[in-house]
């Protein structure tokens, strides 16, 4: 089982930005944990502060993953030409957050990508990441 973690921009300070909503821990320290532990998966990562190398990983990984985690930090709330490469691919995608994004600033509530997605997951911390990997596993399972 093949999964790519992609996360986007700002992604990368998480453990030094603003600790009170994204907490810190770093972000790549615990996925790299993540993709020893879990030794049900095969895992990639990927960040890139950049629209398009986003867009060019979920195109490369898109049709040979078995899912794509995607935190598209705020790219979220504003790409529509995310949303279209996810709905390009086949793999299926899951919408992660570290925060709640719902119960924030009102923009934050606004998903561009979300009916693109499968599923969203968000306010559960770095967990948010964990819990994506399990949803992407029970949708093998339950065919
Ligand atoms: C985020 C939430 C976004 O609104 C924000 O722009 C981010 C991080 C999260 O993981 O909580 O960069 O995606």
């Given at each position: ?9 700002n992604l990368n ?113 770095l967990r948010s990441y ?14």
């Amino acid at each position: 089982m093949k999964i790519a973690i992609i996360n986007g921009p700002n992604l990368n300070l998480v453990g030094i930005r603003e600790p009170e909503i994204y907490g810190n821990r770093s972000l790549a320290d615990y996925l790299q944990e993540l993709a020893q532990s879990r030794s049900d998966v095969e895992i990639t990562l990927f960040q890139s502060n950049h629209e398009g190398d986003i867009i060019d990983e979920i195109q490369r990984v898109g049709f040979s993953a078995d899912g794509i985690v995607l935190n598209a930090g705020a790219y979220t709330h504003t790409s529509i030409a995310i949303a279209d490469a996810i709905r390009a691919v086949t793999a299926p995608v899951v919408e992660v957050h570290i925060s709640d994004v719902q119960s924030r600033e009102p923009f934050r509530r606004i998903s561009m990508i979300k009916d693109a997605c499968v599923a969203v997951i968000a306010g559960h911390g770095l967990r948010s990441y964990n819990l994506a990997i399990d949803h992407i596993l029970g949708l093998k399972h339950n065919g």
